[in-house]
């Protein structure tokens, strides 16, 4: 049955792949579609209040420029809401709010929402007025991801264009994902959340007399607005502190199978967009079908190890696969499904508690984190990742025939290595340094409350990795909200967010300003099996060198030890 | 990287048209007010929407599936509650406060290789405890196989559900309990245990409250 499961999964991200990468590339064309009638005089609308001048285009450098200025912009906002939240009128009451939002609590929050992380070091239900989760937290899922897509569009444009200075219009390509993509989803999915029990009300939390007469207070709000958008802009930060755990944030299995399908969609949609765009639509496929197959390792890696009966149970008489932090309606198939999908994906809306996976269980979301979100990876940010990554196997495979390397057309000389090389060296160097770091300095240690030892290395590259991946989910037990991680997990966040989006751009701009190389009996293909497998080698590869003896002293020396 | 101003040979510098020239300010300008607005519509607009669709349409879910008998709010039926008299179905262990705290949702996050897991600690019943709990509430024989749901707690801490499994081994206590048959209890879980949703997604699962209603309700 989980098998099953998994199967239609990916059937249907495969399958929905194409009608909507050419929709999205028609998003990014500003060609017509159906929804124009509607959104057409609300786009106009909001140019004319923005001042901006949509025929007008930008450079690369004007682009992230842009780019960093609307993240900025967010950020203060949002800081500004969570700061002053207190005087928002509504629920819940003063005194279920017992987590006291500190500068550094609502700096780290603030930066981490604008950024599609959503690394949350704070629980939700005690924390957060319900009008600061709609205003602060709804909105920025919104925006933070519909920059994400604007960016996606942008580095596409860029390998798609020749002897071009621009790359587009960031304001336009904002708008345009809000209206065209993010806000009708949004609406439709909320709605179906609401008619499979997802709460939407301002109620104070409810005093329920039990059927044993004891009390029990349940926490409301509005928990649908945020659910749907939460995962379709691969923000993945939860209503509630138990994220996608919590029944009223994720209350049937079927509520479940969405929100994965609404974080894989469009990120899988935009390799065919790529293709589209570039006119190489084989090329798109290509880095999909890669996506998919290192999908498939860590799903059946992830899943066998928490599917058995957990060894250290063992002579207790306890039958079935691991259910410590998982739930009934999801058993282990679900929350399988769930941890892969959210860590691929800059996403973490977990649906189980990854602290308590087994050690093979924990490694391949951790991995996918390290590896820079290559599969379906984030909003937008998917497309420069794999394509990133695809670069390097290009030189690599350049360096071997002894050819200069070239990809769609595209020469790869001193000046785009330059930024390929950056592009793979930030996230190792970021993530690296922060945990070693960490672990030496006492404040690092300190957030070491629940786990020791291994796994509590584990718990620290997790959060770095984590912050710099954008992805925001933790192994939970590390005690995070303190001022030493509110501050380096924010330092790798930017880093992961406007760093390696920066570089990407600046790629972009240089491939833009080429002329496209004709195809000749030298050209090395980029969109067959042949090219997949060393794209795929070379994630593997790379992904090893950086990181495998961190690796080796977290998970895996957890698991040979016991 | 003190040429980076002068771009590659076959880059930029062939470049027809120029782009046009930054106008900073205006560029500022955007993003203060994009920041504004688009807040506006996306955390404001949005949500108004939603709720104006949403609760007309869905008025039980969207107050939060709550279950009421006669005026007074017993809890929602998506939100688990703690149950520990012997006549009625109990649920899972729970990590959520100090059990069951609907303001506090969380799993215990301990490693699986956590010797406090399995073993315990002072203040806190490790699976060991868990099971051998369970199975002398149950009558159970101290090797009969338990399902793990039973001694492991959720991620919320407020699982509503709990295995069929798990429910039938619960079934011989709440009959004595109640002086029904084994057989009448027996019914009344299978009643109430879901299959996968649309027949392939999630686990077969009891609703334990729903469950422990239907018994009240048979009085």
Known sequence: MRWLEYIVFLALVVGLALPVGLYLARVAQRRRTYLDPLLRPLESLLYRLLGVRPEEEMSAGVYIVCFLLFGAGCTIVLFLVLIFQRVLPGGPADVYLTTPLTLDLAGNTAVSFTTTTTWQAYAGENTLRYLAQLIGLVAQNFLAGAAGLAVGFAFIRGLARERSATIGNFWVDLVRSLLWVLLPLALIGSLVLVWQGVPLNMAPYTLAHTLEGGTETIAQGPVAALEFIKNLGTNGGGFFNANGAHPYANPTPFTNFLGMLAIAVLPASLMITFGHMTHRPRAGWTLLMVMVALFLVGLVVCDWAEAQAPPQLAGLHIIGGNMEGKEVRFGVGESVLTAIVTSNTSTGSYNSMHDSYQPLGVLPPLVFMLLGEVVFGGLGAGVYSIVMAALVGVFLGGLMVGRTPEYLGKKISFAETRWIALYALLTPLVVLVLTGIAVIATAGRAGLATNTGPHGFTEILFAYASSMANNGQAMAGLNANSVFYNMTTAIAILAGRFGLAALALALAGQFAAQRRLPITSGTFPSDTPTFGALVFGTILLVGALCFFPALALGPIVEFLRH | ?219
Do not use: W
């Open chain 2, 1 to 219: 990287m003190s040429d980076s101003n002068e771009p590659a040979e076959g880059t930029a510098s062939r470049v027809f048209p120029k782009a046009p020239r930054a106008k900073l300010q205006a560029q500022l300008r955007a993003a203060i007010l994009s920041a504004l607005v688009l807040t506006l519509l996306t955390g404001c607009v949005f949500p108004l929407l939603l709720f104006a669709i949403g609760r007309p349409l869905f008025p039980r879910q969207s107050a939060g599936s709550l279950v009421t008998r006669g005026t007074a709010v017993i809890g929602s039926e998506l939100i688990g509650q703690q149950f520990t008299r012997p006549e009625y179905f109990q649920s899972r262990p729970s990590a959520a406060g100090n059990g069951y705290d609907g303001t506090a949702s969380g799993g215990t996050n301990l490693g699986p290789n956590n010797p406090k897991l399995r073993n315990g600690a002072a203040d806190f019943a490790g699976i060991q405890q868990l099971a051998e709990e369970y199975r002398k509430r149950n009558g159970l024989a101290p090797d009969t196989p338990i399902p793990i749901d039973a001694v492991t707690r959720s991620g919320s801490g407020l699982d509503p559900d709990i295995t069929p499994a798990n429910a039938v081994l619960q079934i011989p206590r709440v009959a004595r309990a109640r002086g029904l048959t084994e057989e009448a209890v027996q019914r009344l879980v299978a009643n109430h245990t879901k299959g996968p949703q649309f027949g392939f997604l999630g686990n077969p699962r009891v609703s334990v409250l729903e469950l422990n209603l239907a018994l009240d309700e048979r009085r």
